[in-house]
């Protein structure tokens, strides 16, 4: 089985979101960039689904030079191979594009990634891939098993699951509990250093709704603290104050 | 020309969020234009309940009654609504943002050639180019994105905009949809849902408890406050990844997204990760007994105390003023 896992380059979730240039550019001074924690879930359920299939894993970023680092860590986490798109991920549309390209010209029978990357949120690429290749995709995916050919998924709803059964090829945007995160160890990091990453030009430009302009929430008032023997006035502030009751 | 909207539905019953999105699409068209507004609702659901989505502004409801559309299979339902969407040759497509929804809509940005928006937290700017402002960093700023396509998809963020319930009952017309044996390529096997609850992703109050509640013994006092307030239960993510609580109630940056009018957190200290799952709540409270606590700087009401004093007080205040 011939697996390829998509991910995004992204700021740690503890990063302190800031802006430069007249808010048009992100402020990456002193953030830490890691995989994409969805598609860190992603990847080892991959790892696990190679180990067991005994096929290859490879892992592709549409992303500049910086993303290397990250691409290295995925391949001591157990990928066999790296692809870079050497471009910044400008929309969902542009990275669905490359994907779909180098992801056909691979011939992979699952494609995963995480369910959303975590500095734009969208959740789409995988369904675009999806769509361009005409292949099922499939959405936030919490288990995945795969027997030959066919595949059983579980997908959270609202409230809930649903259970669902498909067959290879398919693409899917994972989140937990669909595998532990894997930290690489000693022997994952040294072999990383010799694994192929190969570094391929984007197949288009084409872009359709590109960021232009970030800015930050308004800062938040303080806090007003009601006494714990006085409860009713929590209520009533609420009621009176907040208007949400 | 019109401005169509995705319905999403769960056993007949139309969700509110979609209707969210109708009143949305109402005054999206009002601003650039487009008509009038037609909602897509597929699968097994009654006449009222349709008629009713004109409540919130809609114009025409175009009903795909196959009941092989009652599951939300993904590849059907995208099918199903590129079809209305060229039937009426829309041009915007607006849905609300959910598992499903996301789902089909990047689909069908691929079908439509339809730059699609997600997370949109306001009414776009359409005099001159076309700017959305959209949520980012999982509510920790917002993004201003222009869309260059002629089509376009919106997925709406909850409460982006008042639901306004005022219109006239919809005009129902039957929709035959063509669906192929591809597009139920895969099957949903069975579904697991809370029933009878209100569902976080849309409650307009959530009660929410962390691992200062000590074991999933104790979340009786938490169901109890729910129940008083309409609200839906939801937990920290130590307290699934313990398995005191379902995964689905998980809030936060890798759990469930959450915008109620009142987010109420309880023993639950306010870890920037669960922070990125709720800073899009109109109104927080928090209840905790270590003042500081990282959550009441976030907070916009507060009770320093033992979760296990203030909560059973608090839930006869509830009781006695609603």
Known sequence: MKILVCITHVPDTTSKIQFTADNTKFDSTGVQYIIGPYDDYALARAVELRDQASGKLTVLNVGEADSDPTLRKALAIGADEAIRVNSAPKDSYFVAQQIAHYAKEGAYDLILMGRESIDFNGGMVHGMVGELLGIPSFSPVMKLDVDGSSVK?????????????????????????IAEWKIPNMRGI??????????????????????????LPPAKGAVKLVDKDNVAELVRLLKNEAKVL | MSILVYIEQAEGKVKKTSLEAVSFANALAGQTGEGDVVAVALGTIGAEELAAIGKAGAAKVLHGADSKLDAGVIQAHASAVAQ????????????????????????????LNAGLVSNVVELPKTDGAYIVKRSIYTGKAFAETTVTTENKILAVKKNAIDLKLDGADAQVENFDVALDDADFASKITSTERATGDVLLPEADIV????????????????????????????CSKPVSDLG???????????????????????????????????NSSKCIVVINKDPDAPFFKAADYGIVGDAFEVVPKLNEAFKAEL
């Open chain 2, 84 to 111: 209305a969407f060229n039937q009426i040759g829309a041009k915007t497509l607006v849905l609300a943002k959910s598992s499903l929804g996301d789902a089909v809509a990047a689909r069908l940005a691929i079908k």
């Open chain 2, 207 to 234: 009660v929410s408890g962390g691992r200062g509640l000590k074991g999933p013994e104790n979340w009786g006092m938490v169901e109890e406050m729910a129940k008083i307030l309409g609200a839906a239960t939801a």
């Open chain 1, 190 to 215: 040294m072999s990383a250093r010799t694994k192929p990453l190969t570094v391929v030009e984007p197949v288009s430009q084409d872009t359709q709704a590109e960021a232009s302009k970030y800015e």
């Open chain 2, 244 to 278: 005191w609580r379902p995964h689905h109630e998980h809030v936060g940056q890798t759990g469930v997204k959450v915008a109620p009018t009142l987010y109420i957190a309880i023993g639950i200290s306010g870890a920037i990760q669960h922070l990125a799952g709720v």
């Open chain 1, 153 to 177: 998924m579980a997908r959270e709803i609202e409230g809930g699951k649903e259970m669902l059964e498909a067959s290879l090829p398919l693409i899917a945007g994972c989140q937990e509990p």
